[in-house]
């Protein structure tokens, strides 16, 4: 870290403003989220919404106590953190090749690309009874699932990036004669991390929810299974808890990939 004194005034005042607007940001999302905790509670407390349909946050809390309690907790959330991770890497890492293969062979990216963007049209859920007898009842079946989901955008996004590349560095490398496994390891690769990194906030999101959807047709384990259950048997309560850890889980891992942007992009 530079010393403070290699600054100018100016300059540190600069930063202080930047870190003041941080904190002032960081508040605000800070007190956002607990006023609509609170405005939750309070209204169900004073039956201004159904608390029997919304829950609340003290009843969630209670919940979270019991499946505890049960030793549930912690095996539900394993599962559909495994299978999430699991899709998500797959997805990430196939699609990453498959782009490296298009990129460098632009007649196989003509042959593919209409039949990759009708595959990222097609709607996955309409798959579940194939990917049920294809793959059986089991964890194979949801990882399969979130594979899918998310592998097209990765292809697309991934393949994207390594297309924006600038023209003038491309000539360049030629120029410099450069083949081509040269210049995708000294020149697209690098420029294009950016793009990388957007492509994998965005197959997070994807990932949850092909794992959640998995779950929701085939699983008898996972967040998605306690939803599907909460719902059959009416218990809302079991529904909000492991949607709330869904959208705990989600976050914490889409900030993993924001500070691994942070330590890369660099």
Same mark, same amino acid.
């Given at each position: 870290?530079?010393?403070?004194?290699?600054?100018?005034?100016?300059?540190?005042?600069?930063?202080?403003?930047?870190?003041?607007?941080?904190?002032?940001?960081?508040?605000?999302?800070?007190?956002?989220?607990?006023?609509?905790?609170?405005?939750?509670?309070?209204?169900?407390?004073?039956?201004?919404?159904?608390?029997?349909?919304?829950?609340?946050?003290?009843?969630?809390?209670?919940?979270?106590?019991?499946?505890?309690?049960?030793?549930?907790?912690?095996?539900?959330?394993?599962?559909?953190?495994?299978?999430?991770?699991?899709?998500?890497?797959?997805?990430?890492?196939?699609?990453?090749?498959?782009?490296?293969?298009?990129?460098?062979?632009?007649?196989?990216?003509?042959?593919?690309?209409?039949?990759?963007?009708?595959?990222?049209?097609?709607?996955?859920?309409?798959?579940?009874?194939?990917?049920?007898?294809?793959?059986?009842?089991?964890?194979?079946?949801?990882?399969?699932?979130?594979?899918?989901?998310? @592998? &097209? =955008?990765?292809?697309?996004?991934?393949?994207?990036?390594? *297309?924006?590349?600038? %023209? $003038? +560095?491309?000539?360049?490398?030629?120029?410099?004669?450069?083949?081509?496994?040269?210049?995708?390891?000294?020149?697209?690769?690098?420029?294009?991390?950016?793009?990388?990194?957007?492509?994998?906030?965005?197959?997070?999101?994807?990932?949850?929810?092909?794992?959640?959807?998995?779950?929701?047709?085939?699983?008898?384990?996972?967040?998605?299974? @306690? &939803? =599907?259950?909460?719902?059959?048997?009416?218990?809302?309560? *079991?529904?909000?808890? %492991? $949607? +709330?850890?869904?959208?705990?889980?989600?976050?914490?891992?889409?900030?993993?990939?924001?500070?691994?942007?942070?330590?890369?992009?660099?």
């Amino acid at each position: 870290m530079k010393n403070a004194k290699t600054y100018s005034p100016e300059h540190m005042r600069y930063l202080k403003g930047v870190k003041r607007k941080k904190i002032l940001v960081w508040t605000a999302r800070a007190g956002l989220l607990a006023a609509l905790i609170g405005l939750w509670e309070l209204f169900a407390r004073l039956e201004v919404i159904d608390p029997f349909v919304t829950s609340s946050p003290s009843r969630v809390i209670a919940t979270l106590g019991e499946l505890y309690a049960t030793g549930n907790l912690f095996y539900h959330i394993g599962v559909t953190l495994m299978e999430t991770v699991t899709g998500f890497a797959a997805a990430v890492i196939v699609g990453y090749a498959v782009a490296v293969a298009l990129w460098m062979s632009e007649g196989a990216r003509k042959i593919f690309e209409p039949y990759i963007v009708v595959l990222n049209a097609l709607p996955k859920i309409a798959l579940g009874p194939l990917i049920i007898i294809w793959m059986g009842t089991g964890y194979t079946a949801i990882i399969f699932m979130t594979v899918i989901i998310a @592998l &097209i =955008v990765c292809i697309m996004n991934t393949l994207t990036g390594f *297309l924006q590349v600038d %023209a $003038t +560095m491309l000539t360049l490398m030629r120029a410099l004669g450069a083949n081509k496994r040269q210049t995708l390891t000294k020149l697209v690769i690098p420029a294009s991390l950016p793009q990388l990194m957007n492509t994998l906030k965005v197959a997070v999101g994807l990932a949850w929810i092909g794992s959640v959807m998995g779950e929701y047709i085939v699983s008898r384990a996972g967040l998605g299974y @306690l &939803i =599907v259950y909460g719902g059959q048997v009416f218990r809302l309560d *079991l529904v909000m808890t %492991a $949607t +709330m850890i869904l959208c705990a889980l989600a976050g914490a891992m889409y900030a993993l990939v924001a500070l691994a942007e942070r330590l890369l992009v660099k």
